[in-house]
Each structure stands twice: as C-alpha cells, then as structure tokens.
C-alpha cells in the first residue's frame, strides 16, 4: 500500500486541543502541508468547554497567561479582548483586563479566529479542511468516518477531548424532566427557577458551572452536592508562588516520598503562615518531572492516593464564577455530604415528579433518602479508556492500536513523541496524541497551558518527520 504523502495529517477532534494543534502545525511546517479536522460541529476550538454561551463560565487563569503560541507578543489576546469589550462583544469587570478571567466562549472565539487566519496567512501552503463528520475508527493511514466515508492522512492526531461522565445509576432516568445529564444542552435548566431543591452530583469545577447557570436561571432554593468523598471546589486566589522546591536530584522517586514532600511543603506553608495556594504553581512546575521518574506500580498508588486533591487543588474556581456559589452558601441554600449513591429513583407522587437519592453516608451509617425537584450531573469527565462508551475509542482498544494505560486513565503514550504504545508495545509512526488521551502519561494533561505546550511539542516533531521523508523522497 502506497503511505499518502508525509505532508497529510488529520486531527481527529475540532475542540480546544485539536485547534490549537492545527494551528501549531500551520505555524511550524515550512513546505506544503494537506491538514483535515474531523469534526462534527460547526465552528472549531470549542469542544465541551468553550462552547458554552453563558459569560459567567470563565476560564480557569487570568487572561494575562493564555497566549496560544510562544512567539505571540504577550498583549496578543490582550489586546483582542479590548476590541471585543470596545465593540460591545464583552462587558469585562473593572480595572486591569490582564487580571480577568474571560468567558470560555470568549477564547473559543479567539482560537477559532487565529486558526483561520493562520490559514489565510498560508495561502496556497496549507490545504485545510474542517471535515463535518465524526471518526469511528482509525487503522494506519484510513480513517472510517460515521458517515461511512474513508479518508487518508500520513499521520493521525487524536484529539479526542472529553467524553461524559454518566453515573450508572441514572442509565434509565435519560429524558426524565428532573435529571439534568447535560448541564451545557440548550435549555438544560428550563422552568428550575421554580424548583425547590436542586441535588448535584459531583463537587468539581463542573458543580460550579451548573451552579452559576442555576443562579443565572433565577433559582434561588436549596442546593444539595453529594461528592465521595467530601471534598470542595476551591476559589481560585493569585498568591506568590511557595519557593521551597527539591532540586532535579532530589525528585521523589516513588509514591511515599511523593506524599511526604507534598506534606512537608504544606507543614512548611502553614508554619509561615502563607496562603495554601502558593503550593500549587510549585507542585505542576515540577509534577511533569517526578511522575516520569515514577515506574507504573508508584504511579498507581500515588493516582490513588493524591489525584482526587490534586483535581480540586490545580483546577479552582475563578472569583467571578465563584461568587455565585459564596453567595448561596452565605444565604445558607447549599449544604455538602459525603458517601456513596446507591439508588436514583423516580419520587412518590406528591414529590411533583422529582427524583429520590439514596445516599451511604461516607464512614457509615444508615442511608439518607434525598427528595429533590431536580438532580444533576455534575460528575465531570470519564478518562478511563475502558470505560468510555465511544466507537472510536472501542475500536482502537479492540484491535490493540491504543492501550489503556495502566494507571487508569488515558493511553500508553511515548511521552518523547505523543505517539501511541500498541499492545505489541511498538511505538506508532501514526497515531498521535494530544490533551486528555495522554493523562495517564503525562498526568496533567487538561489545563489550556499543557495542551498548548502539547500542540508544540508534536508540531514540532510531525515537522521534522515530513521533512525527512520528504527529503528520502527526493533523494
């Protein structure tokens, strides 16, 4: 079989990360390049996230820090944002813009609006298409879409984003007027003004923006959220970073030393009387680094261990999606509890067609039966590859070109590359990956500044191999 040309790529995904690694493509290729995005919706670089119209759902970050590419002049979107405040597109709070944190949607329009100039600027370089369709499968170069057409790319990038997280539980309440699966769908809390009682499902960064999309509704009853465990979306505060970092030679090298460093710097934090917060920044800058270190079996038990708080810990509110949720609570409409549910139910009948949650209460204790008018989803993403309902990511297991990656979420990925590890453990010449795919690997792989570093990273490899084989052809 004739490989098509090494300037092809198709990026399988149209979300944030597949944009944003189109437009690194553009931008470090120097001959012709033939770039596909297969992707269903309309418009590009909005995925789940940021597609979202509601302005209070932010980005998690100050505007200051989402520059898309590393030559790009620091005022770039900055200075983008001003003329869509000016043009009346965005009201931003008072003071510094640099010090805001924009709607979502906002910098889905942004990324949308540099790919397409990136292309323009091109010219008859770059071939893009943006191919309106959905991948089913993926073998060597052939792409089988579910519309039944096939196309070709010499090398393939799953940019596959996120996939919902359902509670089993709720498989048969799809539809039901009280169960919201889908807290971003057009007209997902219609007529919750009237409600009474709202149960939410999970207690992340997806809680909060079902939460302001509530208070923006006009609810103003009782919230309960049912989290596992019991922990807390956290709002974001900028603090100075905590300096107290091991050198390189001094990475923790299995699960144990991870756990007491992290303790030691929040003994140490507490002792100068400094702001939790400062120890983020410390633990992603050197995060990448010690899980590399780290074999599979000290991976896994530190995932276990640590990945609930470190989700809560790196991925905080935004103080203007936040305040939604700091006002409820002071009003005293929002309580917290800890355990397990076990039974999600249609109500008795004065219940107004609501639902009833039965709750193990986290530690024991007998069950708690919880009457709600509305029940919600919050639980976020799945990132299991086993467990996620989606014919691409079925098919690509089946025949062993991806692996689920033994910690649980994500692929077997080269993490020199991004290219997938089949089950033969060979290292794909092409099947990329980019963002929540390489979780497993890399284990921070969801905030805008990875995937970014990400799409450069593979730009730049992708680029050096069509130049090599390109030169092999001529010679």
């Known amino acids: 079989m004739t490989l098509p040309a090494p300037h ?19 931008a470090s290729s120097a001959g012709p390049l033939d770039l596909t995005v297969v992707e269903p919706a309309a418009r590009l670089g909005r995925g789940i996230a940021y597609a979202t119209s509601e302005p209070d759902h932010v980005v998690n970050g100050l505007a200051g820090g989402f520059a898309l590419l590393e030559n790009q002049p620091e005022r770039h979107f900055l200075d983008w944002l001003s003329a869509e405040a000016e043009a009346g597109r965005w009201s931003p709070p008072a003071g510094d813009i640099a010090q805001s944190s924009p709607p979502r949607a906002l910098y889905g329009a942004y990324l949308e609006r540099e790919l397409a100039e990136a292309v323009r600027r091109a010219g008859g370089r770059v071939r893009f298409t943006h191919r309106r369709d959905r991948v089913v499968d993926v073998d060597g170069p052939t792409l089988t879409l579910a519309s039944g057409a096939t196309l070709t790319a010499r090398r393939v990038v799953l940019a596959t984003g996120l996939h919902r997280r359902e509670p089993a539980l ?18 997902a809390f219609a007529g919750a003004e009237q409600a009474s009682h709202v149960l939410l499902l999970g207690s992340g960064l997806s809680m909060l923006d079902a939460v302001v999309s509530l208070e923006k509704r006009g609810f103003r009853g009782r919230y309960t959220i049912v989290s596992r465990r019991g922990l807390l979306v956290a709002p974001r505060r900028e603090v100075a970073p905590w300096p107290g970092t091991p050198q390189a030679a001094e990475l923790p090298r299995n699960a144990r030393s991870v756990l007491r460093w992290i303790r030691r710097e929040r003994r140490a934090v507490a002792a100068a009387e400094r702001d939790w917060q400062s120890l983020p920044p410390l633990f992603r800058q050197h995060a990448a680094a010690i899980w590399a270190g780290l074999a599979d079996r000290e991976r896994v038990r530190l995932a276990h261990r640590l990945l609930p708080y470190w989700n809560l810990a790196m991925h905080r509110g935004a103080p203007s999606s936040y305040a939604f949720f700091a006002r409820a609570q002071a009003e005293g409409r929002l309580r917290h509890l800890a355990g397990t549910v076990t039974g999600i139910v249609p109500g008795d ?18 069950p708690l039966h919880l009457d709600a008018d509305r029940v919600v989803s919050s639980l976020g993403f799945e990132f299991d590859w086993t467990r996620i309902d989606d014919p691409l990511v079925r098919n690509l297991l089946r025949r062993g070109a991806a692996v689920p990656h033994p910690v649980g979420v994500g692929v077997r990925a080269d993490p020199a590359t991004l290219a997938l590890v089949d089950s033969e453990g060979r290292i794909s010449d092409t099947l990329f990956a980019v963002g929540h795919p390489l979780r497993g690997e890399l284990f921070e792989a969801s905030s805008l500044k990875e995937q970014i570093n990400q799409a450069t990273r593979l730009a730049a490899v992708l680029a050096r191999r069509a130049e090599a084989e390109s030169a092999r052809r001529v010679a």
């Open 8 to 26: 092809s790529i198709a990026i399988v995904g149209g979300g944030f990360a597949g944009a944003v690694t189109a437009l690194h493509l553009i």
């Open 170 to 187: 709720a498989a048969g309440l799809l539809g039901h007027p009280a169960y919201v699966g889908d807290i971003f769908a057009p007209g």
């Open 349 to 366: 009948a004065g219940l107004r067609a609501g639902l009833r949650v039965v709750l193990c209460p986290k530690g024991g204790g007998a």
